[in-house]
Each structure stands twice: as structure tokens, then as C-alpha cells.
């Protein structure tokens, strides 16, 4: 069982930044961060395995960088050029197994309780 606890979320203005963390109870083989907003589907932001290697949802390259402290076992979202558009709640996630397609919430073993991000135009 690992547990994963986000924090960093807040309200800014269109163009500012956040950043988002969260602290896993233990190791993990991909994390992940996804977003839902009001009467929408979660969708996947971004994503990182175990090697590094990245992934990241087309609406949000070039502005947001997901980044992991493998010694602290916490994940970050760094989010630059906020838009209205980014406004929801997100989430962290973890799976603990490879061979799974990260860009779907279905792959995912366990979840954070989520952080809501507001921005404002």
C-alpha cells in the first residue's frame, strides 16, 4: 500500500505559476499527474518512470515539467503559463508494475486525495 499526499495547489492569475508535490509512502514504478475539472473526465497530464523518461499531454508542453526525487520519493509538477483552461482539481497517482499505458487513469494503482488549482483571467 502506498500513500500519496499532494499539496501546492492554490489560486493565481492566467500567466503565473504553481508548483505541485507529491510525497509517496514508498517506491513506486510510474507516477503520474492528472487533472479533473467540473463535469469533465480525468485526464492525464503528465507522466515518469522509473528510468526518467517522460511523457506529457500535448495541451500542456512546453509549460509544465514533471520532475521526481527518486531519494524523497516525491513528485513534482512544475506549471508555468497557467491558463483559465488549467483550472482543476489535480491529482497524483502511482502504479507499481510496468507495461501499462500511463496516459490512462485505469493503469494507475493508487491515488492522492487531490489539490485544486484556480486560475483566474
Known amino acids: 500500500q502506498v500513500q500519496l499526499v499532494e499539496s501546492g495547489g492554490g489560486s493565481v492569475q492566467a500567466g503565473g505559476s504553481l508548483r505541485l508535490s507529491c510525497a509517496a509512502s514508498g517506491s513506486t514504478y510510474c507516477m503520474g499527474w492528472f487533472r479533473q475539472a467540473p463535469g469533465k473526465e480525468r485526464e492525464r497530464v503528465a507522466d515518469?518512470?522509473?528510468?526518467?523518461?517522460?511523457s506529457y499531454a500535448d495541451f500542456v508542453k512546453g509549460r509544465f515539467t514533471i520532475s521526481k526525487d527518486n531519494a524523497e520519493n516525491t513528485l513534482y509538477l512544475q506549471m508555468n503559463s497557467l491558463e483559465p483552461e488549467d483550472t482543476a482539481t489535480y491529482y497524483c497517482?502511482?502504479?507499481?508494475?510496468?507495461?501499462?499505458?500511463?496516459?490512462?487513469?485505469?493503469?494507475?494503482?493508487?491515488w492522492g486525495q487531490g489539490t485544486q488549482v484556480t486560475v483566474s483571467s
Open positions: 515518469i518512470v522509473s528510468d526518467g523518461s517522460t
Open positions: 497517482a502511482a502504479a507499481m508494475t510496468r507495461g501499462r499505458p500511463w496516459d490512462r487513469p485505469s493503469s494507475y494503482d493508487y
